[in-house]
């Protein structure tokens, strides 16, 4: 999944700059010039300006990150590749595309292709990529508005099974596997078995998808004008509901052993690859890094911004708040967890009671077990009829946390055993909502500004005309998601779209800033943009660790998926199984 | 307790039932502990005469007649879980058990003044074999989230349509303002005076102080 940043933008908003600079004729005497008159603009606009723009830059960091997490799997072993990766890859991709940015000052096609004219190609995969993702990630901010929408009612919709026409009992798709599953698959996506049966338009997501858009379009109109203004609410919401939720879950009973799951690294997974590619590619999303927008919107940046400050202290809070964000998570599905572990082992306990009439209150979560294996020494047969599941707190913890299931399934059923939930799930979606929203922003820009510097359109098209366009034809193709079999697409669109571009990209960027501009050119760029040469720790990762990184996980990624036979998950009711909560088949 | 559960062993001597057929009995069970908690009563002798009057009661409203009474409503088999089997005499023959159906419809029928007696619910106060009957979840005419999403749409439209006419009216005031005398040197507008243009003498437009690029 794609997350952007979105903290270039409002250091944009806050530099009092009218002008996006094509490089192409550029003159070093004019750039000297205008960069002289740039900062006495900027001097003569206020010290204010400049401090605004400096406090916005370290205070409102990269969001997004947190949405890319509840897309992904973060099982307790993500945590160290992530962290690394984000150090030896992030941190050095992200400098390197401020620097080229601010310096080139072009967008990302006008920048590639001033390297070298062939590397045009590099600019044009990043703005392809940047249209693809954006077109099916509006697609899951759709489900969130859809969530959104149904949040305004007590009860919550999810939290009740709809009764069969007898009104005798529940309907049978729903008691098998549970309420909220049930309204995640049936009432919202109405999913189909399979992929190759669509099933039809669903005029609910439609609709769902046609607000998505246009929210989009109105904070995108202008480009960076109203990008800019929309971007106070979409950084500092999630914060605040983070927090709110971050107290809300502490309070609840078992968090903590959330929280604990969540740190605990788990060898077998650390040596996996795929590991390390999720790991990887949820930096690349993170900084939104090899999409095109993080260049386009650091060549606004006055020439002499220390683009190494900015990168280094974006991605330390980046980091910060990813761990912020799996804390929370994580604690709220320890709840959940802990919550599933208590109706698992009531059920037992009750079954018992039953079936040896024993006194309520005489079995107990204490002495469960003893009570358990007693009785299976004196009537064994009857133990074996009742057929007692095996309820370990290990497994509900790792049930359901990944993908869109984290987000629509897990949190919505912990959300409906908290009090007042209408007003919880509100805010989460509201703040699930923001989240993406600034996703989509970088996205949008990584798209249209391309557009604008191929000269596909003519040029008096105004930018609200072409902001339209990529709206509409968006839309137009993520109708694909809106049918019976949508889920299936977006996954399929989510696991290849998303990751394997964007490390080609990254790849390819290093390799022609690192080799084809001649790094030592690049050190010199730097040294004229922040007055001092990068020390080694750039120059290592620049020229070797992070293109070698990628690349071997790239090689590993490829490795491990041409040898096994792709497979995706699907919901039968056909299938459903009366055992477990979850009931996902491979297919 | 105990002692009922002694006297119950002892065949009664009037209007002997046969409970080995238990054909036309049900079994209920409670869970007084699991639905009250601390406020949760002990099961006595007094509640189970509460429970048999609730049956007769039952019976009663359903047959709209007054002919049913405690002695009617036999019970067997309490276990300290709290279940025990019980069975409804006909009133003009204690010997004859009532059909199993009428007894169902009747316990259905009056189940929520059972329930309400016992401080319990269709889950803690179990009729092994009657099904409870589910309320209907109430559905409002308009779907809510219709309302959510018809505001949601509203604002949005308003507000593309204020900034989109807002653009239109800056450009054509734009436009005005360019018919004005152009005769002024384009590059006057750089601080220092000094003209940005390339080896061919050509102007760099990069660099004036054009206002037709986006504004913030």
Not at chain 1, 68 to 85: D, E, H, K, N
Not at chain 1, 501 to 523: H, K, Q, T, W
Request: net charge negative; with cysteine; glycine share 8%.
């Amino acid at each position: 999944m794609i997350t952007f940043s979105n903290e270039c933008i409002l250091s944009l908003a806050h530099y009092h700059l009218d002008k996006h600079f094509h490089l192409l004729g550029l003159c070093k005497l004019c750039f000297q010039v205008h960069s002289n008159k740039q900062h006495s603009k900027m001097s003569s606009s206020g010290l204010h300006t400049n401090a605004l723009s400096a406090q916005y830059f370290y205070i409102a960091p990269l969001m997004v990150s947190p949405l890319g997490v509840i897309q992904t799997v973060f099982p307790g072993a993500f945590m160290i590749p992530f962290l690394i990766l984000l150090v030896l890859e992030g941190i050095p991709l992200l400098h390197l595309e401020f620097a080229i940015g601010q310096r080139l000052r072009s967008g990302s096609v006008g920048v590639w292709r001033s390297i070298h004219p062939c590397l045009a190609g590099v600019g044009i995969a990043s703005m392809m990529v940047a249209f693809t993702v954006g077109m099916y990630y509006n697609t899951i901010i759709a489900w969130v508005m859809w969530y959104f929408f149904n949040s305004f009612q007590d009860p919550l919709p999810w939290s009740q099974c709809p009764l069969n026409e007898n009104s005798t009992d529940v309907v049978s798709e729903c008691a098998r596997s549970s309420s909220v599953d049930y309204f995640w698959y049936r009432e919202t996506l109405n999913t189909s078995a399979s992929i190759e049966d669509s099933g039809g338009l669903q005029w609910w997501i439609v609709l769902s998808l046609v607000c998505a858009w246009t929210v989009l379009y109105v904070c995108c109109l202008r480009g960076i004008e109203t990008t800019g203004k929309a971007v106070y609410i979409t950084s500092t919401l999630p914060y605040v509901v983070l927090t709110i939720f971050l107290v809300r879950g502490l309070t609840l009973k078992g968090s903590t052993s959330g929280i604990i799951y969540l740190f605990t690294p788990n060898l077998e997974e650390l040596m996996n690859p795929k590991t390390w590619l999720d790991a990887g590619a949820q930096v690349f999303y993170s900084f939104s890094l090899a999409s095109g927008g993080l260049i386009s919107f650091s060549s606004y940046n006055s020439v002499h911004n220390n683009c190494e400050q900015d990168a280094v202290i974006i991605s330390v809070i980046n980091g910060f708040t990813s761990v912020y964000a799996a804390i929370v998570i994580y604690s709220i599905i320890g709840f959940r967890a802990t919550e599933s572990f208590d109706a698992c082992l009531n059920g037992n306990i009750l079954a018992l009671l039953n079936a040896f009439d024993l006194p309520e209150g005489s079995i107990n979560e204490s002495n469960y077990e003893e009570t358990l294996n007693r009785l299976n020494g004196t009537s064994p047969g009857i133990i074996q009829g009742l057929d007692l599941t095996t309820c370990n707190i290990q497994t509900f913890l790792s049930q359901g946390v990944e993908g869109t299931g984290l987000a629509f399934i897990a949190f919505t059923e912990a959300i409906i055993k908290m009090p007042a939930s209408p007003v919880w799930s509100v805010l989460f979606f509201i703040m699930l909502f923001c989240l993406g929203l600034s996703t989509m922003f970088g996205s949008i820009e990584g798209s249209v500004v391309p557009l604008q510097d191929l000269n596909i359109f003519p040029k008096w098209w105004p930018k609200e005309a072409l902001t339209g366009m990529v709206c509409l034809v968006s839309f137009g193709i993520a109708l694909i998601f809106a049918q019976g079999s949508g889920n299936y697409w977006l996954a399929l669109f989510d696991g290849y779209a998303g990751s394997i571009p964007l490390l080609i990209v990254g790849f390819c960027e290093m390799m022609a800033v690192s080799y084809v501009y001649g790094i030592d050119r690049f050190n010199k760029d730097i040294e004229f943009m922040i007055g001092h040469k990068p020390n080694f720790f750039w120059q290592a990762t620049w020229r070797v660790i992070s293109p070698l990184l990628v690349f071997v996980i790239f090689v590993f990624y490829l490795g491990t998926t041409a040898t096994k036979e792709l497979t995706y998950i699907a919901w039968n009711p056909e299938w459903v199984k009366t055992i477990l909560p979850q009931y996902l088949l491979n297919s | 307790m105990f002692g009922l559960l002694l006297l119950l062993c002892l065949p009664p001597a009037l209007g002997a039932v046969d409970f080995s057929d238990y054909e036309n009995g049900y079994q209920v069970r409670l869970s007084i502990k699991t639905a009250l908690g601390d406020e949760a009563y002990e099961w006595n002798e007094s509640e189970m005469f509460l429970f048999r009057a609730t049956i007769a009661f039952a019976m009663r409203q359903f047959t709209k007649t007054e002919a049913y009474g405690i002695d009617n409503i036999v019970v067997r088999n309490q276990t300290q879980r709290v279940s025990f089997w019980f069975i409804v005499t006909s009133p003009e023959n204690p010997a004859q058990t009532v059909e199993k159906e009428t007894v169902e419809k009747a316990i259905r029928r009056s189940r929520n003044r059972i329930n309400n007696a016992f401080l319990l619910t269709d889950k803690t106060l179990e009729f092994l074999g009657i099904p409870p009957t589910l309320a209907a979840p109430i559905s409002p005419a308009t779907p809510p989230w219709l309302i959510v999403f018809g505001v949601v749409i509203g604002l949005v439209c308003a507000g593309i349509v204020a900034l989109l006419t807002s653009s239109v009216v800056k450009r054509r005031r734009g436009n005005k303002a360019k018919q004005l005398p152009e005769e002024e040197d384009p590059a006057k507008g750089t601080d220092k005076g000094i003209t940005c243009e390339d080896r061919n003498g050509v102007y760099n437009q990069g660099f004036s102080d054009d206002d037709r690029l986006t504004q913030l």
